[in-house]
């Protein structure tokens, strides 16, 4: 079981308030990722739930019972965090096997867990081996196998892959995905790559400013963003914004095409602009349009083949089913 | 890049500061080993000639030998026992946010700037004075008998002058390296359900070791020559006479250059035992 709520929580450092009153429910076995730029809040929301920063106001609950005053150690959770925090004089083994040594289990059930712990994680080689003698991956599988072992109500991760490489941190990525599938335990995850919250996530739940911004679904964020700042936020490259003249021909203040959703077109197109950096990717080809009257760069993909030089000027359609329209304020309309 | 030609220069541009280094160890141990193995008392007849090796067995056979290692011992022993301790704890201390941070960290050091011989006589004068010191007014406050701490508990007091002198040296190395903890670990170690004292004894202790054994082999080498914390409280009386103070006294008090310098060279071999053995174990914990 792991059900967390939160009730109108605060959090204030002295002055500054950090998050003002926010409720949100993570339901049991759900993936949560909390998403948002740097200072958002992402990882004061994490430790508040943590038990590692008290809240200024409000409640926390776990399952249920209030868990507002509730220790750390007692509140069943276990955190992988963003350094590891490994213990460095410790073994592989002894890291894996110490918060069962505190709950002071038999010596039997500890070692049973650790090798289930070390099977999963493909760790059983390096059991013997200290933190220092392991690379980014394997330290960090460690610190997942020392938060497994405990068999918590929930998961919490924070930043976890951001000191990992590219490849590995793809690899990782399936890997926690898998991991949650096997376990069925609730998990929440920091991150501030949205292509980690898009394709790990079963609720993404955008902060800024320690508010709220949406909570969703991936495909529900990427479809229906509630506002500019989510619709700028999810999506990448980002969605383009255009404002003026051919905004208020939809009835709004800003319109929003994702790149995805312009065709391109050497002749054809209502909008037309010049061709100027391209970047290739193979499968895709991102075109930064300037010269459109629309607004100052448009971002549009086109498939890997299609070969525009700088300085071409082309046409631009986009599909009129995919265009969100923006109110003054910046709320969705429709 | 070293080429050959810069090498030889830089060897060149050292040669100067490498000799004057080298003069400076070697002439007085050259002299110390010289005067070991002759018979030689300035107020009795001056230079005696060559005895061989009858100051090493005497000094060593002498009476006074055993005790004075065992004082030795005990000094060292009870002061890295009482800095090391209470270097950690208060290392802790300060560790924690307070107000006024600041200013008490630079009193906590304080005590290391003071001279041994100006602090050994303010302990002595001051606290431990049993008709005037402070101990003896707080001893009578209540109701009790003045203890006369250099004549009925020396050892102990000596231990604790050298304590309080050596304490800030412990605490700021330990402080340093408590600083360098990763908070995160603590936190982790929270979360594992560590309650205070375990986090303490599995995570903060085994950070600080290798600090400790730092602090623990700068200040034996440096703790096995004091001298003039004895020197102006109890002159070697009433069981505190060390090693290195056995020594002087055999040089100055008897004039017996010979028996002392041998004396020396038991030193110089035992420091560097101490230095070895220690060194060993720094050099274990910088690998790990
Ligand atoms: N202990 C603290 N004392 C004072 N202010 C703090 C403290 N911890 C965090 N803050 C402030 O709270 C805000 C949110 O910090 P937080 O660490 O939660 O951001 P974040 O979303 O995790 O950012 P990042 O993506 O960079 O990790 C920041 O403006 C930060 O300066
Ligand atoms: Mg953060």
């Known amino acids: 079981m792991g059900r967390i709520t939160l009730d109108k929580v605060t959090k204030s450092f002295g002055e500054a308030e950090v998050i003002p009153p926010l409720d949100l429910t993570i339901e049991d076995g759900e993936f949560a990722v909390f998403v948002g730029p740097s200072g958002c809040g992402k990882s004061t929301l994490l430790r508040l739930i943590a038990g590692l920063e008290d809240v200024s106001s409000g409640q926390i609950r776990i399952d249920g019972q209030d868990a507002t005053e509730t220790p750390p150690a007692k509140r069943g959770l276990a955190m992988v965090f963003q350094s590891y925090a490994l213990y460095p004089h410790m073994s592989v083994r002894k890291n894996i096997a110490?918060?069962?040594?505190?709950?002071?289990?038999?010596?039997?059930?500890?070692?049973?867990?650790?090798t289930g712990a070390a099977d999963v994680l493909n760790l059983t080689d390096y059991l013997d081996r200290?933190?220092?003698?392991?690379?980014?991956?394997?330290?960090?599988?460690?610190?997942?196998?020392?938060?497994?072992?405990?068999?918590?109500?929930?998961f919490l991760f924070d930043e976890p892959l951001s000191n990992l490489d590219a490849a590995l941190r793809v690899g990782m990525r399936l890997e926690i995905s898998e991991l949650h599938k096997r376990l069925q335990t609730t998990m929440i995850y920091v991150t501030h790559d949205q292509v980690e919250a898009m394709t790990m996530a079963d609720k993404i739940v955008v902060l800024r400013a320690g508010h709220i911004e949406q909570v969703g679904s991936p495909l529900e964020l990427y479809r229906t963003p509630r506002n500019l700042f989510v619709a700028g936020f999810i999506g990448s490259p980002r969605m383009n914004f255009i404002e003026g003249e051919t905004a208020a021909r939809h009835d709004a203040h800003t319109i929003g095409v994702r790149?995805?959703?312009?065709?391109?077109?050497q002749t054809e197109g209502e909008w037309s602009g010049v061709v100027g950096v391209s970047e290739h990717l193979g499968s895709d080809t991102f075109f930064h349009i300037h010269d459109?009257?629309?607004?100052?760069?448009?971002?549009?993909?086109?498939?890997?083949?299609?070969?525009?030089?700088?300085?071409?000027?082309?046409?631009l359609s986009p599909r009129t089913d995919a265009i969100h329209r923006f109110d003054k304020q910046g709320l969705r309309i429709g | 890049m070293a080429t050959q030609h810069s090498r030889s220069a830089a060897r060149l541009m050292m040669a100067p500061a490498v000799v004057l280094l080298l003069a400076w160890m070697l002439v007085p141990l050259t002299m110390t080993l010289w005067f070991s193995f002759k018979q030689y008392l300035p107020l009795r007849g001056g230079d005696l000639g060559w005895v061989g090796f009858e100051n090493y067995v005497r000094f060593v056979t002498s009476s006074a030998f055993w005790p004075s290692v065992q004082a030795t011992l005990i000094i060292v022993g009870g002061v890295l026992a009482i800095t090391v301790v209470f270097g950690v704890l208060l290392a802790m201390l300060l560790d924690q946010p307070f107000w006024g941070q600041g200013i008490v960290r630079i009193l906590v050091i304080a005590p290391f700037f003071v001279m041994p011989t100006v602090s050994a006589l303010v302990w002595k004068n001051m606290f431990m004075d049993p008709v005037n010191g402070l101990f003896a007014h707080l001893w009578r406050a209540f109701g009790a008998d003045p203890v006369s701490w250099l004549s009925e508990a020396s050892l102990f007091s000596i231990v604790l002058i050298v304590s309080w002198q050596w304490l800030p040296f412990a605490t700021l190395i330990l402080l340093t390296a408590i600083q360098s903890l990763d908070s995160e670990q603590l936190e982790a170690?929270?979360?594992?359900?560590?309650?205070?004292?375990?986090?303490?004894?599995?995570?903060?202790?085994?950070?600080?070791?290798?600090?400790?054994?730092?602090?623990?082999?700068?200040?034996?080498?440096?703790?096995?020559?004091?001298?003039?914390?004895?020197?102006?409280?109890?002159?070697?009386?009433?069981?505190?006479?060390?090693?290195?103070?056995?020594i002087f006294q055999r040089v100055l008090e008897s004039q017996n250059v010979g028996l002392g310098?041998?004396?020396?060279?038991?030193?110089?071999?035992?420091?560097?035992?101490?230095?070895?053995?220690?060194?060993r174990i720094v050099g274990k914990n910088l690998d790990a």
Request: no cysteine; charged share 20%.
């Open chain 2, 189 to 246: 170690a929270e979360m594992d359900g560590a309650p205070s004292l375990s986090r303490f004894w599995h995570i903060i202790l085994p950070h600080l070791s290798r600090a400790i054994t730092v602090v623990i082999l700068i200040q034996t080498i440096f703790l096995l020559s004091i001298f003039a914390e004895i020197f102006v409280t109890t002159q070697g009386s009433f069981g505190t006479r060390t090693l290195t103070y056995l």
């Open chain 1, 292 to 315: 459109t009257g629309l607004a100052e760069t448009i971002t549009v993909r086109a498939d890997g083949e299609v070969g525009f030089r700088h300085g071409d000027r082309i046409r």
């Open chain 1, 98 to 114: 110490f918060p069962l040594r505190m709950a002071k289990l038999d010596q039997a059930e500890i070692d049973r867990r650790v």
């Open chain 1, 130 to 154: 200290r933190p220092g003698q392991l690379s980014g991956g394997q330290r960090q599988r460690v610190a997942i196998g020392r938060a497994i072992v405990r068999e918590p109500a929930a």
């Open chain 2, 261 to 279: 310098s041998a004396g020396g060279v038991y030193a110089i071999i035992l420091a560097n035992i101490v230095a070895i053995f220690l060194m």
């Open chain 1, 259 to 265: 790149p995805e959703h312009i065709a391109v077109s």
